[in-house]
């Protein structure tokens, strides 16, 4: 999937919100995150207070940005799946 993504220019980011005690997430936490999923390629940051979730409380929560206007143009609170239309088609509609 994220293979896919980088010649389309689509960039991932990872908000964590809690750590592995279940306290607000710390850059400890972040660091022990890239590690345990292999996310080299991945941004990851500690969102402790969830202030970038974008108006949804519950997780995992998904958000697509749109780069141009830094609007959310896609949101839902479901695990992760392969299948991303929305993120494609922006992608795909901000092409040069």
């Known amino acids: ?15 964590l919100v809690t750590g592995v005690s279940w ?3 710390t ?10 999923y ?7 940051v500690a969102d402790p207070d969830g202030s970038l979730m974008g108006g ?3 997780t995992p929560q998904e958000d697509v ?3 141009r206007t830094m ?5 839902a609170v479901e695990y992760p799946t392969n299948d991303h239309p929305e993120l494609v088609a922006l992608a795909q ?4």
């Not at 509609?93 to 040069?96: F, G, L, Y």
């Open 65 to 67: 940005v749109d780069p």
């Open 71 to 75: 609007t959310i143009v896609h949101q």
């Open 38 to 44: 292999g996310l080299e390629s991945v941004a990851v």
């Open 93 to 96: 509609q901000n092409a040069p």
């Open 1 to 15: 999937m994220m293979a896919e993504w980088g010649p389309l220019g689509i960039k991932v980011a990872v908000l």
């Open 27 to 36: 850059t400890d936490d972040v660091l022990l995150f890239k590690q345990a």
């Open 23 to 25: 306290q607000p997430a």
């Open 56 to 58: 949804l409380s519950g």
